[in-house]
């Protein structure tokens, strides 16, 4: 099983970037992203659940942020507009089959990404 993540990059405040997320060897019920700043722990960000395609977004990104899916071709972008300093981390796509009630917990993803560097210039 491989998470295959790209699109990151430097921007400046109020600008945009959108990463995308390619699985291969299997399918997950949610596919999303984490983030860890310098620092700072490793925060949920987005997930977007294949069963109902519904989707789920930390409070800090809401309104900005928008987690989307391509089924056929097991892949999971985020749309990230309007993005602030704070924003600035390594975003890291996940894969898991965790039930709704865990879905903000890193733990319940056995499959990571590599990690892509957000960097939000002020």
């Known amino acids: 099983v491989q998470l295959q993540a790209s699109g990151g990059g430097l921007v400046q405040a109020g600008g945009f970037l959108r990463l995308a997320c390619v699985a291969s060897?299997?399918?997950?019920?949610?596919m999303g992203w984490f983030r860890q700043a310098p620092g700072k722990e490793r925060e949920f960000v987005a997930v977007a659940r294949r069963s109902g395609n519904r989707e789920y977004y930390a409070e800090s990104v809401k309104g900005r942020f928008t987690i989307s899916g391509d089924n056929a071709k097991n892949t999971v972008y985020l749309q990230m507009n309007n993005l602030k300093p704070e924003d600035t981390a390594v975003y890291y796509c996940?894969?898991?089959?965790?039930?709704?009630?865990?879905?903000?917990?890193?733990?319940?993803?056995?499959?990571w990404g590599q990690g892509t560097q957000v960097t939000v210039s002020s």
């Open positions: 060897g299997r399918t997950f019920i949610n």
């Open positions: 996940v894969g898991g089959d965790a039930i709704l009630s865990a879905i903000r917990d890193a733990p319940m993803y056995p499959s």
